[in-house]
T-cell receptor, first 112, second 109 residues
Framework: DTAVSQTPKYLVTQMGNDKSIKCEQN?????MYWYKQDSKKFLKIMFS???????INETVPNRFSPKSPDKAHLNLHINSLELGDSAVYFC???????????FGSGTRLTVV | DAKTTQPPSMDCAEGRAANLPCNHS???????VYWYRQIHSQGPQYIIH???NNETNEMASLIITEDRKSSTLILPHATLRDTAVYYC??????????FGKGTRLHILP
């Protein structure tokens, strides 16, 4: 059983398009996250939601809009895609306090 | 910014213990030491964490110095599948995880 699942695994799209990445966790965790890993392999946090409420927004362009319909889902919608958005996006979840994060397997986004 | 310093890369022979060091000289009293790893093309994987006592689980052991300014992650019998980037992270419980550059561990057959 997949704990944190992301879809799609690969996404190739043209500049200017709008796309969404979906994330679901079946662990019963309260908090979910989106991370971006760029071509230099740096992992950076983008957003964090706790029980559907936004708690972290790390100066991400407002073209990126997370949506959490319920605490098991955190989707990432990206408007007007740019070349620099090409990266691997990881979803994660955790159950405080102090527990480790469980990450999904990533979505490789390529903007052409 | 990451609060830890790790060597960029290390080699270890298969079957030997891999000892990965981490310096965190500015760690605060309420910050824990966490270790994650990222195997190529996969999401990061939680390994272990501790506050001041040494910790052990099925994956690894974590040794934290008495002054808490450094720690060592020990993989007791490294296998080829342990080849990965290992991240040492310090954080207050429930704070966000900030990843540094990590140590790229190569397990040599």
């Amino acid at each position: 059983d997949t704990a944190v699942s992301q879809t799609p695994k690969y996404l190739v799209t043209q500049m200017g398009n709008d796309k969404s990445i979906k994330c679901e966790q079946n662990l019963g965790h309260d908090t979910m996250y989106w991370y971006k890993q760029d071509s230099k392999k740096f992992l950076k946090i983008m957003f964090s939601y706790n029980n559907k409420e936004l708690i972290i927004n790390e100066t991400v362009p407002n073209r990126f809009s997370p949506k959490s319909p319920d605490k098991a889902h955190l989707n990432l919608h990206i408007n007007s895609l740019e070349l620099g958005d090409s990266a691997v996006y990881f979803c994660a979840s955790s159950r405080p306090p102090g527990n480790g994060y469980t990450f999904g397997s990533g979505t490789r986004l390529t903007v052409v | 910014d990451a609060k830890t310093t790790q060597p960029p890369s290390m080699d270890c022979a298969e079957g030997r213990a891999a000892n990965l060091p981490c310096n965190h000289s500015t760690i605060s009293g309420n910050e824990y030491v966490y270790w994650y790893r990222q195997i190529h093309s996969q999401g990061p994987q939680y390994i272990i964490h501790g506050l001041k006592n040494n910790e052990t689980n099925e994956m690894a052991s974590l040794i934290i110095t008495e002054d808490r300014k450094s720690s060592t992650l020990i993989l007791p019998h490294a296998t080829l599948r342990d080849t990965a980037v290992y991240y040492c992270i310090v954080r207050v419980v429930d704070d966000k995880i900030i990843f540094g550059k990590g140590t790229r561990l190569h397990i040599l057959p």
